[in-house]
Nanobody, 128 residues
Framework: QVQLVESGGGLVQAGDSHRLSCAASGHTFSSYAMGWFRQAPGKEREFVAAISRSASSTYYADSVKGRFTISRDNGKNTVYLQMNTLRPEDTAVYYC?????????????????????WGQGTQVTVSS
């Protein structure tokens, strides 16, 4: 069982940078692939970024590629999402997710169904 707690959400200006954190409980954090998803009002939850267990591979949605960076610190049981050049369309509830499945390629990391555990979400609002 893994419990995930996101933090760092808030109100920011367009063009600003901001970092989200997700702290995981348990002693097996390094055995989980980690992902960030987001859900805007009236829209479906969508993939944002993912990172492999060893941090050797990262994956991004086209909409955030070049602006967002996912990273993890297995010693601190924490995954981060650094968000730069934020846009109003980045406004959403951001969810952290952990998965212990087998991830063969990018589509597996990008699928919400491949993650076992989810955080409660943190709101990010980007004003123009």
């Amino acid at each position: 069982q893994v419990q995930l707690v996101e933090s760092g959400g808030g109100l920011v200006q367009a063009g600003d940078s901001h970092r989200l954190s997700c702290a995981a409980s348990g002693h097996t954090f390094s055995s989980y692939a980690m992902g960030w998803f987001r859900q805007a009002p009236g829209k479906e939850r969508e993939f944002v970024a993912a990172i492999s267990r060893s941090a050797s591979s990262t994956y991004y949605a086209d909409s955030v590629k070049g602006r967002f960076t996912i990273s993890r610190d297995n010693g601190k049981n924490t995954v981060y999402l650094q968000m730069n050049t934020l846009r109003p369309e980045d406004t959403a509830v951001y969810y952290c997710a952990a998965g212990d499945r087998t991830y063969y390629s990018a589509p597996y990391y990008q699928s919400a169904g491949q993650y076992n555990y989810w955080g409660q979400g943190t709101q990010v609002t980007v004003s123009s």
